[in-house]
Antibody
Framework: QVQAVQSGAEVKKPGSSVKVSCKAS????????INWVRQAPGQGLEWLGM????????NYAQKFQGRVTFTADKSTSTVYMELSSLRFQDTAVYYC??????????WGQGTLVTVSS | EIVLTQSPGTLSLSPGERATLSCRAS???????LAWYQQKPGQAPRLLIY???SRATDIPDRFSGSGSGTDFTLTISRLEPEDFAVYYC?????????FGQGTKVDIK
């Protein structure tokens, strides 16, 4: 059973950046893709993109291109999502979700990012 | 970008009843890469169905998925108390992956 544990809640000012971590259990990063999905308060789910850690290839949703970066540290089985130029509308719970193929099965617990002045 | 439209927005049913949820895509989803998730308040989504009709690990057989192309259905044969939640469809046939807006199944 794969487990993904995310870093804690963050409060950031508009224009700043946030970096959220997702630590996966076992040998997850050698076999799985890691997706990032967010959910604004009371809203639906939105995909930011994915990273394939074993080959260090990332695919970003065009909406976030240039503003989001995914990185992987295979030595610690940790993946990072950094979102820059934060806006109030970026306030959301950010999830990492691990899987093989297009339907990630193992989700982190979520990280609340609040953008507030 | 593929737009997924779920209907109805809310489904009010009683335990033991059958639930039928619809997900319609703005264009055909390649290889039927359509998944369904269940989400309860304060929790991460839980994968139920992938590839339009395959149940994920440990998902009860009262959940079933069907459909192809642009029209997909999630059926819950007999609602259990723990099934009252929000359900999302999601496509990964083309980038960007997209989700439907969700269907809430609540207790009548």
């Amino acid at each position: 059973q794969v487990q993904a544990v995310q870093s804690g809640a963050e409060v950031k000012k508009p224009g700043s950046s946030v970096k959220v971590s997702c630590k996966a259990s076992g040998d997850t990063l050698s076999s799985y893709t890691i997706n990032w999905v967010r959910q604004a308060p009371g809203q639906g789910l939105e995909w930011l993109g994915m990273i394939i850690p074993v080959v260090d290839v990332a695919n970003y949703a065009q909406k976030f291109q240039g503003r989001v970066t995914f990185t992987a540290d295979k030595s610690t089985s940790t993946v990072y999502m950094e979102l820059s130029s934060l806006r109030f509308q970026d306030t959301a719970v950010y999830y990492c979700a691990c899987g093989i193929g297009g339907a990630p099965e193992f989700w982190g617990q979520g990280t609340l990012v609040t953008v507030s002045s | 970008e593929i737009v997924l439209t779920q209907s109805p927005g809310t489904l009010s049913l009683s335990p033991g009843e059958r639930a039928t949820l619809s997900c319609r895509a703005s264009q055909s989803i390649s290889n039927n890469y359509l998944a369904w998730y269940q989400q309860k308040p304060g929790q991460a989504p839980r994968l139920l169905i992938y590839g339009a009709s395959s149940r994920a690990t440990d998902i009860p057989d009262r959940f079933s998925g069907s459909g192809s192309g642009t029209d997909f259905t999630l059926t819950i044969s007999r609602l259990e108390p723990e099934d009252f939640a929000v359900y999302y469809c999601q496509q990964s046939g083309s980038s960007p992956w997209t989700f439907g807006q969700g269907t809430k199944v609540d207790i009548k």
